[in-house]
C-alpha cells in the first residue's frame, strides 16, 4: 500500500479529489485531477506507482495516515469522497449502510408484504438475527417503525432509504 508520505508527495487534496501535483507521463499532467470511474465496481479508481487503488481509500489513507480493511461512504454515495463523508466502518455496519435492495416491494427499507395476513411486516437482522417488529396495515407507518428500529440498533449506520 501507497504510504501517506508519498499520496502527499504526489498529490493535492482538493473537495473529495486527488489533484497531481507533477505531470505523471502524458495521461497525468499537473493540476489534473486523478482517477477515472471503474463501472464493474461503481468506484473511482487511481493508478500510481504500479498500482491500482481505489479513491475513497487513498483519501482517507492522506488524512489519516492509515487505511482501514471497510471505508464507509456515510451518504452512500460511492462518487462523494470527500474526507467528512467517509468512515471507518465493520463489513456487517456497511452493509447495514446500503440503500434499499432493487428487488424490495414495499419500496421501504426493511418492510415487506405478507400476503396472507395482508399487513406490512417490519424485520430487521440484528448480530445475525432476525428480530421483528410488528405487522401494520399502514405502509407509511411501517416505514416509520422500520426507521426507529434501524436507529435504534443500527446507530450512526442506520439510513433512511
Do not use: P
Request: contains cysteine; aromatic residues 10%; glycine residues 8%.
Amino acid at each position: 500500500m501507497v504510504t501517506q508520505e508519498r499520496l502527499k508527495e504526489l498529490f493535492d487534496y482538493q473537495d473529495g479529489n486527488l489533484v497531481w501535483k507533477v505531470a505523471r507521463g502524458r495521461l497525468a499532467k499537473a493540476g489534473q485531477v486523478a482517477g477515472c470511474f471503474d463501472e464493474k465496481l461503481g468506484y473511482i479508481r487511481i493508478r500510481t506507482d504500479g498500482k491500482s487503488y481505489l479513491l475513497h481509500r487513498l483519501i482517507f489513507m492522506y488524512h489519516h495516515g492509515f487505511v482501514s480493511d471497510v471505508i464507509d461512504h456515510i451518504n452512500g454515495n460511492t462518487l462523494d469522497n470527500r474526507i467528512e463523508n467517509l468512515r471507518v466502518a465493520t463489513k456487517q455496519q456497511n452493509c447495514l449502510n446500503r440503500e434499499t435492495n432493487r428487488n424490495n416491494s414495499s419500496g421501504c427499507k426493511n418492510v415487506s408484504w405478507h400476503k396472507r395476513k395482508q399487513i406490512w411486516c417490519v424485520s430487521i437482522s440484528v448480530n445475525g438475527k432476525k428480530k421483528s417488529f410488528g405487522g401494520y396495515d399502514d405502509l407509511e407507518l411501517a416505514d416509520l417503525v422500520a426507521q426507529e428500529a434501524r436507529d435504534k440498533y443500527y446507530k450512526e449506520f442506520s439510513r433512511k432509504n
